[in-house]
């Protein structure tokens, strides 16, 4: 009866694990697209930059009524925010 209980919680953590990193990939490449369509504006690459946005959006919207809403917006700010420190900073 303890290993089967052990095996439950085992599984239970490795998919919390899992759907954490999840949140913070998507995070992450909702940020990158951001950039990237707000960047191809200022070069007048319309079409790309269209195109970017829309991938942003699909991703932010999933976590439009997810339980961790709060935690993607959190990450996905950190992450948008921290790239355009960078480009200013080469710039």
């Not at 919390?16 to 990158?32: E, M, Q, R």
């Not at 369509?37 to 991703?59: G, N, Y």
């Amino acid at each position: 009866m303890s290993k089967i209980i052990n095996k439950i919680v085992y599984v239970l953590l490795l998919l919390f694990l899992f759907s954490c990193t999840s949140v913070d990939k998507d995070a992450k490449k909702a940020a990158k697209l951001t950039n990237s369509s707000i960047e191809k504006t200022v070069q007048l690459k319309l079409e790309e930059a269209e195109k970017d946005f829309k991938k942003s959006q699909e991703i932010i919207n999933k976590y439009s009524s997810h339980k961790k809403k709060e935690q993607f917006y959190e990450l996905y700010i950190k992450y948008r925010d921290k790239s355009k420190k960078k480009e200013s900073e080469n710039m």
